[in-house]
C-alpha cells in the first residue's frame, strides 16, 4: 500500500517537464513540513541553479503552479521514508 502512494506520485512527476521538476524540487525542499535526510541548503543551491539556467523568468515572478502546490502537499502527507524516496528520485532525474 505504501509503495503505491510513493508510485502514484513518482508518475504525477514523471508527467511533468523539467522546469515543473526543478521548481516541485525547490518547493519540497522549501517547505518545514518534509523530513528529508539531506543537506536542504546545498540541494536547494542545485535545484536553483539548474533552474536559472533554463528558465528566464525564474526569480521574477512569484506565481507557484497550483499542481505543484498540490504536489507538494500530497509529499508533506507521506512518511518520512516515503519523503525520502521521492526526494531521492527528484534528486536523480533533475541533476
Same mark, same amino acid.
Given at each position: 500500500?505504501?509503495?503505491?502512494? *510513493?508510485? &502514484? =506520485?513518482? /508518475?504525477?512527476?514523471?508527467?511533468? /517537464?523539467? $522546469? /515543473?521538476?526543478?521548481?516541485? @524540487?525547490?518547493? *519540497? %525542499?522549501? !517547505? *518545514? +513540513? !518534509?523530513?528529508?535526510? +539531506?543537506? $536542504?541548503?546545498?540541494? &536547494?543551491? $542545485? &535545484?536553483? %541553479?539548474?533552474?536559472?539556467?533554463?528558465?528566464?523568468?525564474?526569480?521574477?515572478?512569484?506565481?507557484?503552479?497550483? +499542481?505543484?502546490? =498540490?504536489?507538494?502537499?500530497?509529499? !508533506?502527507?507521506? !512518511?518520512?521514508?516515503?519523503?525520502?524516496?521521492? @526526494?531521492?528520485?527528484?534528486?536523480?532525474? *533533475?541533476?
Amino acid at each position: 500500500m505504501e509503495q503505491d502512494k *510513493v508510485k &502514484f =506520485m513518482i /508518475d504525477m512527476i514523471n508527467n511533468m /517537464d523539467i $522546469k /515543473d521538476k526543478l521548481r516541485l @524540487a525547490i518547493r *519540497v %525542499n522549501e !517547505t *518545514v +513540513y !518534509t523530513s528529508i535526510d +539531506y543537506d $536542504k541548503k546545498e540541494i &536547494f543551491q $542545485k &535545484f536553483e %541553479n539548474r533552474l536559472k539556467k533554463i528558465d528566464n523568468e525564474y526569480g521574477k515572478n512569484l506565481h507557484i503552479n497550483q +499542481y505543484i502546490l =498540490m504536489i507538494t502537499a500530497k509529499i !508533506t502527507e507521506l !512518511t518520512k521514508e516515503e519523503q525520502n524516496q521521492i @526526494a531521492l528520485y527528484l534528486y536523480n532525474i *533533475v541533476c
